[in-house]
């Protein structure tokens, strides 16, 4: 038998995979930890009861803005590594165009405001909590990713940990939003941007163990 022959035998009974399987099965990943998410928010946080006004304003599109950035570039990030073989993480480096447009926006809003007023400004009144409400809020949607991990084979196990934190971090903020009633732009970048890296370090700490197949 020669090597075309081999590989007919062995290639004739496997099913086809679409060639969108795995973001498929990332995306539902996702959704399903993203629809706990937005359940705990409701429950626990409650959505703010002027959602409907912020709407309108440019803080809230900005705080969407930069975790949504974040989020869509971990999630393709997601679906290149969730595949066996090499790959290079460069195009990470993209991620950091949001967060320097952020910090653009922040040092706008300094300039604008007293310094006497800076510290309220970057505290704001939950910077105690963002954080952390952020890391646990990630947690569903991590879980969400292990499952659509297990049908897929990411060989960088601790680096598919550490993205899949990172972007179920940013789909946490980003549904965090709707009960955050924090306006300025260096809030967010501080301690929205802490909850997701927390979340992106826990991914990467325990990824060799959870990912393992």
Same mark, same amino acid.
């Given at each position: 038998?020669?090597?075309?022959?081999?590989?007919?035998?062995?290639?004739?009974?496997?099913?086809?995979?679409?060639?969108?399987?795995?973001?498929?099965?990332?995306? +539902?990943?996702?959704?399903?930890?993203?629809?706990?998410?937005?359940?705990?928010?409701?429950?626990?946080?409650?959505?703010?009861?002027?959602?409907?006004?912020?709407?309108?304003?440019?803080?809230?599109?900005?705080?969407?803005?930069? $975790?949504?950035?974040? #989020?869509?570039?971990?999630?393709?990030?997601?679906?290149?590594?969730?595949?066996?073989?090499?790959?290079?993480?460069?195009?990470?480096?993209?991620?950091? #165009?949001?967060?320097?447009?952020? #910090?653009? +926006?922040?040092?706008?809003?300094?300039?604008? $405001?007293?310094?006497?007023?800076?510290?309220?400004?970057?505290?704001?009144?939950?910077?105690?909590?963002?954080?952390?409400?952020?890391?646990?809020?990630?947690?569903?949607?991590?879980?969400?990713?292990?499952?659509?991990?297990?049908?897929?084979?990411?060989?960088?196990?601790? #680096?598919?940990?550490?993205?899949?934190?990172?972007?179920?971090?940013?789909?946490?903020?980003? +549904?965090?939003?709707?009960?955050?009633?924090?306006?300025?732009?260096?809030?967010?970048?501080?301690w929205y941007s802490l909850g997701i890296l927390l979340a992106a370090g826990i991914g990467g700490l325990i990824g060799p163990?959870?990912?393992?197949?």
């Open positions: 038998m020669n090597t075309e022959e081999l590989i007919d035998a062995l290639s004739r009974d496997v099913t086809r995979v679409s060639r969108h399987a795995v973001a498929t099965r990332v995306a +539902i990943g996702i959704l399903a930890g993203g629809l706990v998410t937005m359940l705990l928010v409701t429950a626990t946080l409650g959505i703010r009861p002027d959602l409907r006004v912020a709407m309108h304003g440019f803080s809230f599109w900005m705080k969407w803005t930069y $975790t949504i950035s974040l #989020a869509l570039g971990a999630t393709y990030a997601i679906t290149r590594i969730a595949r066996p073989g090499p790959l290079s993480l460069r195009g990470l480096w993209l991620l950091i #165009a949001p967060v320097l447009v952020l #910090a653009g +926006i922040g040092v706008g809003e300094l300039a604008q $405001t007293p310094p006497s007023d800076w510290l309220q400004m970057w505290l704001g009144r939950s910077w105690t909590l963002c954080p952390w409400l952020v890391l646990v809020l990630a947690a569903p949607i991590f879980a969400g990713l292990l499952w659509s991990f297990r049908k897929l084979a990411p060989t960088q196990l601790r #680096a598919a940990g550490a993205i899949a934190g990172l972007g179920a971090g940013a789909w946490a903020a980003t +549904i965090y939003c709707l009960h955050c009633p924090e306006v300025s732009a260096i809030f967010v970048l501080t163990r959870v990912l393992r197949w």
